[in-house]
């Protein structure tokens, strides 16, 4: 199945703090059995080739990690971390 708009990108937004959910990250909240973050990433996979993970916690993803971008690793980063690539 080829992505719906292959010349574009999709960027999941999954940092906070979680704190009005006592701490708990939402992504990993299950709906139906199954992680947010998967839900929203099988969607994702029909619209786009290539998906961003952003997030505050990368080590809570890795099981969706390709590749990291961090401040660390490049200069003036636009974000703190993200988790690039196809998922």
Request: charged share 25%.
């Amino acid at each position: 199945m080829s992505a719906e708009y292959p010349d574009a990108g999709g960027a999941v937004l999954a940092g906070g703090n979680a704190s009005r959910f006592d701490g708990v990250n939402k992504a990993f909240v299950k709906l139906d059995g199954i992680p947010l973050i998967k839900h929203i990433l099988n969607t994702m996979r029909q619209l786009f080739d290539e998906i961003l993970i952003v997030t505050n916690s990368p080590e809570e993803f890795t099981c969706f990690e390709k590749e990291f971008i961090t401040s660390k690793k490049r200069k003036n980063a636009i974000f703190r971390d993200t988790l690039v690539g196809q998922t």
